[in-house]
């Protein structure tokens, strides 16, 4: 894995802040806000989508131990049909940082949009969460808390598998919808087309 920076600057408290759940076809987009240490490191921390999933479990615990602050946040289905998927996400990342129990006074956002967080400077990072420390904690705990969010969804929706999929478009979540039809967790402004040439392959 490459080193991330533990920082952009080292003059300002930072916040590294990241979504998880834009993608997909169901369920809340979650954000995480992170100010880390200046000393940080973990050999395995780097952007949520290259670690496996036992040792993104791992990370959550040991983030959430030794970070100063941290916090999650999340915005529903009917406010990401109401307000687009890329204003929610936003939004999420807003509601984490209103969270911090430490005031940051630099934001670090992962992708390259963002609106402006009151009198907050921020920069954007495209694979942010590759490059420094503090946005690959964001991307794990947004991650984490988000696939225990469906994990718990996937009890009562069974039939979509939200369990494996986590809510992504794959194969077996495309079927299912085919199947059973769509939910009231289903982004309905998305407009699914769940078929497929490839439909119960």
Not at 98 to 127: A, M
Request: charge should be positive; aromatic fraction near 10%.
């Amino acid at each position: 894995m490459s080193p991330l920076f533990a920082s952009y600057q080292d003059q300002l408290i930072e916040a590294g802040c990241d979504e998880a759940g834009r993608g997909c076809y169901a369920g809340p987009v979650f954000a995480a806000a992170v100010i880390l240490p200046p000393e940080f490191y973990h050999p395995l921390l780097n952007d949520s989508k290259q670690v496996k999933e036992q040792q993104r479990i791992e990370l959550k615990s040991i983030i959430e131990e030794k970070a100063l602050a941290y916090a999650v946040a999340q915005v529903d289905v009917a406010e990401i049909d109401r307000i687009n998927i890329l204003k929610a996400s936003i939004k999420a990342m807003h509601l984490a940082i209103d969270r911090l129990k430490t005031k940051p006074q630099l934001l670090l956002i992962d992708g390259n949009r963002f609106l402006k967080y009151k009198n907050i400077p921020h920069q954007c990072f495209v694979k942010g969460d590759g490059r420094f420390a503090s946005i690959a904690a964001a991307s794990i705990l947004a991650k984490t808390y988000r696939d225990a969010y469906m994990q718990e969804l996937h009890y009562a929706y069974p039939q979509y598998k939200w369990d494996k999929n986590k809510g992504y478009g794959t194969l077996d979540h495309r079927n299912a919808i085919t199947i059973h039809g769509l939910c009231d967790h289903h982004r309905k402004s998305f407009n699914i087309n769940p078929q497929s040439e490839a439909l119960f392959k």
